[in-house]
Every structure is written in structure tokens, then in C-alpha cells.
């Protein structure tokens, strides 16, 4: 039985949901379960309910669309990503994982197959965590990873709480039905632009994922002593900001891969009091590194002290460890139905390792899972020029559709 998704309604329904935060750029603004994020939601339940498929969400505010199988008591084959967006972001960035797995059921549906196990879409909520951090906590919260209470007792800038927003979007969805958190799953797929040049680079259209990255992130506060810069004489300053240069250069040393697989990132440097003619007192910086093997990620992590202590000099420094995430492998069926897909339409592919973080990093631990990317133009992300060719996106819907009733009947 053959499938055929629909590229141009697969675009249709992008060009309609970047309106929904769209920027005066080009790009999308949509935040974690605001007006516009909601609005998201309520279009593909829109969507959902013209085809006649069922629509739930869980406690954390995930949303399931469902088509049914002809198994009831079947665990559904699902796959999705999320509607959020960075403040700054693009128009494909989780949205296009949505709308890919919307269209697989479908062209399913168009094809008037009966599955035994039930299709879903699903979208996860609040992955991007620039509203409410942590990211991912919607997949997280759902495979039991994190814990409800503690993720819904997050604030955002303004103090309204995860709890307070997750309300607003049940409200605005008084009909969704009810699906409770670690519901068993069959397979979970997830469709992804790249976010990074390789695809583009080699002339592929399926990046075939491997597996996820494990990361550590730190924040390091450096203290010395404020003082009149005209005055204090440089051999008794604590000059933290000169402190933590040394640090920094000394932390670039340390995570020098001669191969540029680990990824070392100083995203945020902080110079208090910040003033022109006053010795920097404190700094406060952040370090985020990444790498495949979890090994190198625990080794380079556990110096990260040590470096600091180290270039101190006359100034204290503390580094605390915010946040950290294994790696994952991808293995097994979903990988195993991408591949039979990728070779039956015969799309250029690579398999692909994931620089980024995403939803299906969490879904392992339900569920054998997997992720297809496509390509985006010069790899940008996380920016309003995100750009994607509807050629690739569609290919990619298609790989997601061929999986979903591939696994459908033979898990
Ligand atoms: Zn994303």
C-alpha cells in the first residue's frame, strides 16, 4: 500500500501557522503558551476535528491528535515536535515536526488505510525554555523524566507559573479529552530541520539520526574587590573581569578538540558593577559544552573547576553545575523503517548525529525511538531567517508517513 503525502498542503499549513507570532523579518515569535502559542494549538485541533480525529491533552499541556486503529487497547505509533518558538525564531523549528507528523495521518487517512495500532501527532510543550526553563519539559514531564509538581511550579519573567499557563490552554480547549502522563507509547518518530550545514553541504535531503549529544553547563562567579579605577594601583587590584578573561582562555584550552566534534560555548559573560571608571567587583558566565561520548562529557566536566581555581589569582571562584543531559542512541526499528523508507523513494541520506537537543531525547526512555532531518538553508536556526526548501520538507513528511504505518502493523 502507498502512501502520498500532500507537499503543498504540508506548505499551506506552514505559511499559515507562521503567521500565528509572525515578525516584521520573516520570523516567528511564539513563545511557550501564550495568546499566540494557544492559537497554535486551537488551529490543529481545528484541523484535527475536520478529519474527525480525537484531540487530548495531559497534565503538563501536551496535545494529542489521534487517528485510531482498528486495535483499541493497541499503544499508538506517534510523532511530533512542538508549536514554540525562541523570541527571535524562524518559521520550521519544531512547527515543521507538527506539521509533518499532522500530514503523515493524513495521507494515511486520504489512503483509506485502517492501521491496527492508533497514528498520533503529537505536540510537546514548552521544548524551546525560553519562557520556562527547563526545555523539553513537556517530554520530559510525559516520560517521567522530570517530576509535574516541580515543573509546573516554574515562573516565567511576569511570575505566572507553568501551572497558571497549562490552565489557560485547557480552557481554550474545554473538548480535548484527558491522556494521563507515561501513557504507553509503540514508537515515537520526530521530523526536524537540521539546525546545521551538513545536510545542505553534501547535497542531502534525509539526515537519518543517530543519536543525541550528552551536555553539562555550568555558572562560574568570580569575585574580587571593586575599586576607583584612576586610584587603585593595578598590583593590588582583584580585578574579577580580568580574573575570568584568564579563565576563559584557559577553559578554551582545555576543551580544544583537534577533531571539532565537543562543542564549547561562553554564552553569557557578565561584568558587574559594569561601570567605566570601577574594577570589575564580580562576573558571573556560563559555560554549556557538548560532546557524543559520555565519557569525554564527565572527564572535561569534572575540570572545569580546577581550570577556574587554577586562574583565580587574587579573586574567589565558585562554579556551580546547572544542568546536564546524557547522550542517546538511536537504534533499532524506528531507524531500521527510516532507512527502508529513505531506500524505497530514494532520497540522498546520511546518517546524522544531533548537535541539538530535542523532544525524542526524552521519548527513549518510553518507547524505541527515532528522528529524520531535513535540510535548512546554511544551516541558521534559532533565527528569524530560518529558511527550509518545501521540496525537502516534504520528503522528509514523507519518510514519516512511510514509518508511521510501517510500525503501525508491524510492532
Ligand atoms: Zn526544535
Request: a negative charge; aromatic letters at 6%.
Amino acid at each position: 500500500m502507498d502512501v502520498r503525502i500532500d507537499a503543498e498542503r504540508l506548505w499551506q499549513r506552514h505559511v499559515e501557522m507562521a503567521r500565528l507570532g509572525g515578525t516584521p523579518k520573516g520570523g516567528v515569535c511564539r513563545l511557550a503558551l501564550t495568546d499566540e502559542d494557544i492559537k497554535a494549538h486551537l488551529l490543529l485541533e481545528k484541523w484535527a476535528r475536520k478529519r474527525g480525529f480525537s484531540v487530548a491533552l495531559d497534565d503538563i499541556g501536551n496535545m494529542f491528535i489521534r487517528r485510531d486503529g482498528t486495535d483499541p487497547d493497541a499503544a499508538p505509533v506517534a510523532s511530533g515536535s512542538h508549536t514554540d518558538t525562541q523570541p527571535t525564531g524562524g518559521r520550521f523549528d519544531g512547527i515543521y515536526g507538527v506539521l509533518a507528523a499532522f500530514e503523515a495521518l493524513e495521507a494515511i487517512d486520504d489512503a483509506g488505510i485502517r492501521t491496527r495500532r492508533p497514528l498520533e501527532a503529537i505536540v510537546w510543550n514548552n521544548e524551546e525554555g525560553s519562557r520556562f526553563h527547563p526545555g523539553c519539559m513537556g517530554s520530559a514531564v510525559h516520560a517521567g523524566v522530570s517530576t509535574l509538581e516541580e515543573m509546573l511550579a516554574k515562573t516565567d519573567r511576569a511570575g505566572v507559573t507553568m501551572g497558571e499557563a497549562v490552565k489557560g490552554l485547557k480552557a481554550a480547549m474545554p473538548d480535548a479529552g484527558y491522556r494521563p502522563l507515561q501513557s504507553p507509547l509503540a514508537a515515537f518518530v520526530e521530523a526536524h530541520i537540521e539546525q546545521g550545514p551538513l545536510l545542505e553541504n553534501t547535497g542531502n535531503t534525509i539526515g537519518i539520526v543517530t543519536g543525541m549529544q550528552g551536555n553539562r553547563r555550568f555558572e562560574v562567579e568570580v569575585v574580587g574587590e571593586e575599586g576607583h579605577s584612576g586610584t587603585t594601583p593595578l598590583a593590588g587590584r582583584k580585578d574579577a573581569f580580568k580574573a575570568a578573561i584568564r579563565m576563559a582562555r584557559a577553559l578554551e584550552d582545555h576543551f580544544h578538540d583537534p577533531e571539532d566534534v565537543l562543542r564549547f560555548t561562553i554564552g553569557r559573560f557578565d561584568v558587574h558593577p559594569g561601570a567605566l571608571t570601577v574594577v570589575p567587583g564580580r562576573v558571573v558566565f556560563s559555560i554549556d559544552f557538548r560532546h557524543p561520548d559520555m565519557e569525554v562529557v564527565k572527564r572535561l566536566g569534572d575540570g572545569v573547576a580546577g581550570v577556574c581555581a587554577a586562574h583565580a589569582g587574587p579573586c574567589e571562584v565558585e562554579v556551580r553545575e546547572t544542568s546536564g543531559s546524557p547522550s542517546v542512541e538511536f537504534s533499532g526499528p524506528v531507524p531500521e523503517a527510516i532507512e527502508a523508507s529513505v531506500g524505497r523513494r530514494g532520497y540522498a541520506a546520511i546518517q546524522i548525529y544531533s548537535g541539538a537537543g530535542h523532544d525524542s531525547r526524552h521519548m527513549v526512555h518510553l518507547c524505541p525511538s527515532g528522528m529524520v532531518f531535513v535540510p535548512c538553508e546554511k544551516g541558521i536556526s534559532h533565527n528569524e531567517a530560518e529558511n527550509a526548501d518545501p521540496k525537502d520538507l516534504a520528503a522528509g513528511a514523507q519518510v514519516i508517513a512511510d514509518v508511521m504505518l510501517d510500525l503501525a502493523e508491524r510492532l
